[in-house]
């Protein structure tokens, strides 16, 4: 059982926005900042958003990261069959004193 | 370019000792805390440990606390996973990553290195 919540999967048409959520607590995403990191087939995770909604360069604008109290989203627009992947945020937990990620979410691009 | 290489990994009984070495190249080393997350067979990431930069502070994961130590020697750009008392639940690969900001995000991973806990 992760400590940060995630569906377990999403899926919407090509050129459609999608939405991925992660809910937390006061001891993680309430207090901490939130990354989400895409997990294409076969490879290693890459940084999608830091710092909550900061994009590391070469990321396009497509993806958007928001949070709002103890809950984070990430949000995907114009949708490609390239960003099929399975989508992980993480964030560090005060209380634990570690990193935790949520459980991670398939993007199914129909 | 950045660039981690993580090797060390093999299959090992339960009960076993590891090494896990990552070679990082492309930034300064020693300006960034680094960390070890891993990703059992089909499941999702989890985080294992935590070094700063200068080896000061480091932190586990509960699952691992008490039988994995995380180090790293700046003067050869280099981060250890030391593995001991191994079990079946610790076989995944393990990914050595450099930290953004400390906590705030992980901004390059490794290709990982595969552990097998096997009888």
């Known amino acids: 059982q992760s400590v940060l919540t995630q569906p377990p999967s999403v899926s919407a048409a090509p050129g459609q926005k999608v939405t991925i959520s992660c809910s937390g607590s006061s001891s993680n995403i309430g207090n901490n900042y939130v990354s989400w990191y895409q997990q294409l087939p076969g490879t290693a995770p890459k940084l999608l958003i830091y710092?909550?909604?900061r994009r590391p360069s070469g990321i396009p604008d497509r993806f958007s990261g928001s949070k709002s109290g103890t809950s984070a989203t990430l949000g995907i627009t114009g949708l490609q069959t390239g960003d099929e992947a399975d989508y992980y945020c993480?964030?560090?937990?005060?209380?634990?004193?570690?990193?935790?990620f949520g459980g991670g979410t398939k993007l199914t691009v129909l | 370019e950045v660039q981690l290489v993580e090797s060390g990994g093999v299959v090992v009984q339960p009960g076993g000792s590891l090494r896990l070495s990552c070679a990082a190249s492309g930034f300064t080393f020693d300006d960034y805390a680094m960390h070890w997350v891993r990703q059992a067979p089909g499941k999702g990431l989890e985080w294992v440990s935590l070094i700063s930069w200068d080896g000061g502070r480091t932190y586990c994961a509960d699952s691992v606390k008490g039988r994995f130590t995380i180090s790293r020697d700046n003067s050869k750009n280099s981060l250890f996973l030391q593995m001991n008392s191994l079990r079946a639940e610790d076989t995944a690969l393990y990914y050595c990553v450099k930290a953004h900001g400390g906590t705030r995000g992980m901004d390059y991973w490794g290709q990982g290195t595969l552990v097998t806990v096997s009888s």
């Open positions: 993480g964030t560090w937990d005060s209380s634990l004193s570690a990193v935790v």
């Open positions: 710092d909550n909604n």
